[in-house]
Nanobody, 125 residues
């Protein structure tokens, strides 16, 4: 059984940092593109950043460039999202997803084979 389990969310003040983890089991992250999505209340789920082992590349949406960093630990089969300089507009439920087949980075929502349950990130003073 494949599982993606996110953790590390919480409440943080503006300007603060959080590190999210996406622990994978039942699959090897090297064989997939891993994408972090987020969904704020009343908004569409959007891709934030992704890591494509096949391409050896990463991608970030403009609003998080320079603040968020995606990385992986192959030994732990885990992908991380380091989020710095957090803003209230970063408040959302963050999901990780895995795609084995996709056209280009980052995989679209429908291209992902597996999803985690999400972790809440709230940025507020």
């Amino acid at each position: 059984e494949v599982q993606l389990v996110e953790s590390g969310g919480g409440l943080v003040q503006p300007g603060g940092s959080l590190r999210l983890s996406c622990a994978a089991s039942g699959l090897t992250i090297d064989d997939y593109a891993i994408t972090w999505f987020r969904q704020a209340p009343g908004k569409e789920r959007e891709g934030v950043t992704c890591l494509g082992s096949r391409e050896g590349a990463t991608y970030y949406r403009d609003s998080v460039k320079g603040r968020f960093t995606i990385s992986s630990d192959k030994g732990k089969n885990t992908v991380y999202l380091q989020m710095n300089s957090l803003k209230p507009e970063d408040t959302a439920v963050y999901y990780c997803a895995a795609a084995s087949s996709y056209v280009r980075l980052c995989p679209k929502k429908a291209e992902n084979d597996f999803w985690g349950q999400g972790t809440q990130v709230t940025v507020s003073s």
